[in-house]
């Protein structure tokens, strides 16, 4: 096996140990705690925590216990309810016929309501979008009319563990939206007429899908009422939060002006980069995010203030990059994703899934590419590991209130995968984090000065899964 390696990555990881770790990032997760400590200039650690000291094992500056407290590295999983079956259809029948949000196919949009499963005192709402990737092209989104990522004909009454499923587990005592992906193009589309294919047709109205499901949530399910609303999605879905979480949080003030929105995007912090093939020049996505952000007239439906700062037609489309989009999201983020994503090694970066599979060792040791297979191997190897050392760089640079946590290990979508209850990141789980991060941002969302907690994977650490 080819173990990872850059020497690169050594300045990044000092510019990230700058931005500091919430004092319990690396004990206890049950600690409560704001104050952080760094290497420029510590700051006390909270009371009961410790001092800040340089920890050898995790190359940083942390709060170290004194006396030590009585942890055992990862904590114990907790005891969550389950889902269960009781996920029931909307089909947005009203919104299809008044305003046009149809699927590609032309039926109507739908998403899935869970009830909270325990009772609480806060009304608490999570919207989780769906992934599925785009269509590329009118043929291939012909295509994909054809399916359940096109159309919702075939759509059960119920669904039993859709994406996400660990997030909706953790949130066991908030009402629960799975909104379907049948517009492959997460939700910019909003062409007014339809697009012919042949003898057929199909619309491009992912945006009017999500000003109908707003819409409809807030006037016939409730939401007007949320106290607080985490907006989220994994893989395109995740896009969809970088895209829409601002427009989401403006639509909430404007029917629920005392909750808290925050947002969770799962996967595709995508950089714009050269993929393997290119090298040289030109990249496979570009070719698609370019036509996408014509052919679905999306130029409205994107983060409006990226697209500012990128006015020009021919660069606009670059706000598709989610790690390009995040760096204008004004609503509170949580920023999931492998390093080492498994879907931007195929979709962004064009590498050979055969010869590089992405293995970890039952020890949790990372080997991206096989050596077996030579110097090809090798050379996408260290493409990837330059893409991973550059997501490190452009996480580092994002606005202070986002949160981030980035893994070594080779994943797509973690809040419903192995990774979502086991140690992604060194003596820590992405479950803890998210919950910790929840409660601080809940807590701070009118904090302009707050900080948010960052958990970023340092070269050569482990990837633990039970």
Aim: aromatic share 10%; proline share 6%.
């Amino acid at each position: 096996m080819v173990s990872i390696g850059n020497s690169r990555i050594e300045a990044l990881v000092a510019a990230v140990a700058l931005l500091g770790f919430p004092c319990d990032a690396m004990s206890c997760v049950d600690q409560s705690c704001t104050l952080t400590c760094n290497t420029s200039a510590p700051k006390p650690c909270c009371p009961g925590i410790g001092s800040c000291e340089w920890d050898p094992v995790f190359r940083d500056y942390r709060c170290i216990p004194s006396p030590p407290l009585i942890c055992s590295g990862v904590p114990p999983k907790p005891t969550l309810p389950q889902s269960g079956s009781r996920w029931t259809l909307f089909k947005m029948t009203t919104a299809a016929t008044t305003s046009g949000a149809v699927c590609l196919d032309g039926s109507p949009a739908a998403y899935y309501l869970r009830q909270p499963l325990t009772p609480s005192t806060t009304n608490r709402w999570v919207v989780f979008m769906e992934g599925g990737g785009w269509c590329m092209g009118d043929l291939n989104c012909y295509q994909r009319s054809l399916t359940d990522l096109g159309s919702s004909k075939n759509y059960p009454t119920e669904i039993t563990s859709p994406e996400g499923q660990g997030l909706f587990d953790q949130f066991a005592t908030a009402t629960i939206v799975y909104v379907k992906y049948c517009c492959g193009g997460s939700f910019t589309g909003d062409v007014e007429g339809p697009i012919a294919v042949g003898n057929a047709t199909i619309y491009y109205r992912g945006r009017r899908i999500l000003d109908g499901l707003l819409d409809e949530l807030f006037g016939a399910r409730g939401l007007a009422d949320t106290t607080e609303l985490l907006f989220s999605g994994c893989s395109a879905g995740a896009l969809t939060t970088y895209l829409h979480a601002d427009y989401v949080t403006a639509r909430m003030a404007t029917r629920a002006p005392t909750a808290k929105v925050v947002a969770l995007a799962d996967a595709m912090f995508s950089l714009q980069s050269l993929d393997f093939q290119h090298s040289s020049g030109g990249n496979y996505y570009t070719r698609q995010f370019t036509w996408g952000y014509t052919a679905w007239n999306a130029s409205a439906s994107i983060n409006q203030d990226c697209r500012a700062a990128h006015p020009s037609g021919n660069t606009s489309w670059m706000c598709f990059h989610g790690a390009i989009a995040a760096n204008y999201v004004k609503t509170p983020l949580f920023v999931a994703n492998s390093k080492y994503d498994t879907w931007q090694e195929r979709g962004v970066l064009g590498l050979n899934t055969t010869e590089c599979p992405g293995i970890v060792a039952v020890d949790g040791t990372v080997a991206l590419c096989k050596s077996a297979f030579g110097a090809r191997a090798i050379a996408q190897e260290q493409f990837w590991v330059h893409y991973g050392n550059s997501m490190v760089a452009a996480a580092s640079q994002l606005p202070q209130k986002h949160a981030v946590f980035l893994t070594n290990c080779p994943t797509h979508c973690e809040t419903s995968g192995p990774d979502w209850g086991n140690s992604a990141f060194p003596g820590t789980r992405l479950d803890a984090t998210v919950q910790q991060w929840y409660n601080m941002v809940i807590a701070n969302t009118e904090n302009t000065s707050w900080a948010a907690p960052r958990w970023i994977a340092r070269d050569g650490d482990k990837c633990i899964r039970s």
